[in-house]
Nanobody, 124 residues
Framework: QVQLVESGGGLVQPGGSLRLACAAS????????IGWFRQAPGKEREGISC????????YYRDSVKGRFAISRDNSQNTVYLQMNNLEPEDTALYYC?????????????????WGQGTQVTVSS
């Protein structure tokens, strides 16, 4: 069974940090691209970061550059999203997703496997 499971969300104060994890089963993460997306209430789902298949090239949305870092542990078949200096605007449900092929995409539609999401709330 192909499955992605996110973890690591929670409530954090502004300026704090969280590390999200996306654990895969039934697929090999370095066989495709892994994206992190988020969706806040009343807003569209947006791509925030991605790591491409073989070469591990990383991409970030401008609003998270310098604060978020994506990484992949092939031995654990897990992708991480380290989030630092969190802001209230980062509050959302965060999803990881897998797509076949090397290249990353900012858009949700090429991704064919999705996790259930993990909630991140940034509030004082």
């Amino acid at each position: 069974q192909v499955q992605l499971v996110e973890s690591g969300g929670g409530l954090v104060q502004p300026g704090g940090s969280l590390r999200l994890a996306c654990a895969a089963s039934g697929i090999t993460l370095d066989g495709g691209a892994i994206g992190w997306f988020r969706q806040a209430p009343g807003k569209e789902r947006e791509g925030i970061s991605c790591i491409s298949g073989r070469d591990g090239t990383t991409y970030y949305r401008d609003s998270v550059k310098g604060r978020f870092a994506i990484s992949r542990d092939n031995s654990q078949n897990t992708v991480y999203l380290q989030m630092n200096n969190l802001e209230p605007e980062d509050t959302a449900l965060y999803y990881c997703a897998f797509k076949d092929g090397e290249k990353c995409s900012d858009y949700p539609y090429p991704y064919n496997v999705w996790g259930q999401g993990t909630q991140v709330t940034v509030s004082s």
